[in-house]
Structures are given as C-alpha cells and as structure tokens.
C-alpha cells in the first residue's frame, strides 16, 4: 500500500519561512517523479514544484521561483519543500503527489498524500 505523509505545516506570519517534508512508503520512491501542489479554498489544486527521479532538473511555478525550494533525499524516500518569504497568498492545503511520468499537472499523479494546512497571516 502506498502512503504519502505529509508534515511541517502550520501557522506561520507573512514573510516567515517553513519547511515541509513527505515520506513515501510502498513504492519504489526512484521510480517516481515528486511534486508538490497546494488547494486554496473555493480554488483548484495547483502546481507548486516538482523533481524528478535524481533530483537533478526541478521546476517551480512562477508565483513561488525563488522563494520556494524542493528537494529529495532518495535514501530516506524523503521528499521537502522549504518555503520562505510566505505570503498570505500561500495559504492553502498543500500535497504532495508521486508522478510515474511527468509532473506538472495533476492529473499526472499515481499517488497522493492526505494534505497539511499552511497558514500565512497578513
């Protein structure tokens, strides 16, 4: 059974910064491209960043290029996002996705994690 577990979410003021985490189990983690999305209420999900397999090429949505960094740990099947310079408009539910191919849409994904709030106070 796979299972993506999200943690580091929370309240935090604009421009703090914090630092989520996703462990994979289940799968073969080096099998898959990782992204991460986020859903504001009354909004669709929405691309935030994604690394492929190595951790070599990654790509960011332009809203978060520069303040939002993903990375993998392939030997902890260990996926995170640290995001600085929070703005209230980063608010949101954030997942984490297993793609098998590409990763930018959602519809790309095998697998996804139940989700972590971020809040971000103005």
């Known amino acids: 059974q796979v299972q993506l577990d999200e943690s580091g979410g929370g309240l935090v003021q604009a421009g703090g910064s914090l630092n989520l985490s996703c462990v994979a189990s289940?799968?073969?983690?080096?099998?898959?491209?990782m992204g991460w999305f986020r859903q504001a209420p009354g909004k669709e999900r929405e691309f935030v960043a994604a690394?492929?397999?190595?951790?070599?090429?990654?790509r960011y949505d332009d809203s978060v290029k520069g303040r939002f960094t993903i990375s993998r740990d392939n030997t902890k099947n260990l996926v995170t996002l640290q995001m600085t310079s929070l703005q209230f408009d980063d608010t949101a539910v954030y997942s984490c996705?297993?793609?098998?191919?590409?990763?930018?849409?959602?519809?790309?994904?095998?697998?996804w994690g139940q989700g972590i709030q971020v809040t971000v106070s103005a």
């Open positions: 996705g297993a793609a098998r191919w590409t990763g930018v849409k959602a519809d790309d994904y095998d697998y």
């Open positions: 289940g799968l073969i983690f080096t099998n898959y491209n």
């Open positions: 690394v492929t397999r190595s951790g070599v090429s990654k």
